[in-house]
């Protein structure tokens, strides 16, 4: 098992940032490999579907799914710690909602990021971290 725990949700004001985390661990996780993994980050908007943001692998790179976040989020990773990051500027009021990170295990090649990312390309899931922009 894969344990994802995400933190950094906060309320921002309009224009503002923020850093989202998130850690991976459990029984099932070995440090060396975190990289053969593909994480995502997901955002669940009042009244809209979960709708994926943005991935990461190490065989593509990075995808962004959501053509309002490109030029003002970017994911990263910090291997150290086994920690993807989601750094959030110039933060507006659609990005309201609760975020969640993903992890599509590896198996015989290393997991990539999907094109046309759903629920069941993932196998496990973080809790989720509030983010409200508002002022």
Known sequence: QVQLVESGGDLVQ???SLRLSCAASGSGFKAE???NY???WFRQVPGKEREAVQCIDSV???LTYTNSV????????DYAKSTVFLQMNDLKPEDTGVYYCAARTPYVVRAQCPDHPKYSDF??????TQVTVSS
């Open 33 to 35: 490999y975190f990289n």
């Open 60 to 62: 593509e790179g990075t």
């Open 14 to 16: 309009p224009g503002g």
């Open 123 to 128: 196998d496990y899931w973080g809790q989720g």
């Open 38 to 40: 593909a994480i995502a």
């Open 70 to 77: 490109k030029g003002r989020f970017t994911v990263s990773t």
